[in-house]
Nanobody, 129 residues
Framework: QVQLVESGGGLVQAGGSLRLSCTAS????????MGWFRQAPGKEREFVAA????????YYAESKKGRFTVSRDNAKNTVTLQMNSLEPEDTAVYYC??????????????????????WGQGTQVTVSS
């Protein structure tokens, strides 16, 4: 089992920044690819960003490139999502997720909710206009 706890959400004005963190406990964190997803009211959960278990590969949803940055610190069991130039459309509950490394054979697999085995409880991000 892996337990994931997100933090760093909140209310921010459009154009502002937030830094989300996800801390893992349980099994060896460095064995897992990590992803960030978000879900707005009435919408499906969507991919935001992901990072490979070694941290050498990162993936982003097209609309997030250049605004969001994902990173990880395996020594601290933490993955971080830095979000800049936030827009009201970014308002959602943000979730971090962990998936076993061998399941991620290609970039498409990082974008699939079905590849992740463990999920955090989510943290609310609200961007006001």
């Amino acid at each position: 089992q892996v337990q994931l706890v997100e933090s760093g959400g909140g209310l921010v004005q459009a154009g502002g920044s937030l830094r989300l963190s996800c801390t893992a406990s349980g099994r060896t964190f460095s064995n897992y690819a990590m992803g960030w997803f978000r879900q707005a009211p009435g919408k499906e959960r969507e991919f935001v960003a992901a990072i490979s278990w070694r941290g050498d590969k990162t993936y982003y949803a097209e609309s997030k490139k250049g605004r969001f940055t994902v990173s990880r610190d395996n020594a601290k069991n933490t993955v971080t999502l830095q979000m800049n130039s936030l827009e009201p459309e970014d308002t959602a509950v943000y979730y971090c997720a962990a998936g076993s490394g061998p399941a991620f054979a290609n970039s498409a697999s990082y974008r699939s909710v079905y590849k992740y085995d463990y999920w955090g409880q989510g943290t609310q991000v609200t961007v006001s206009s």
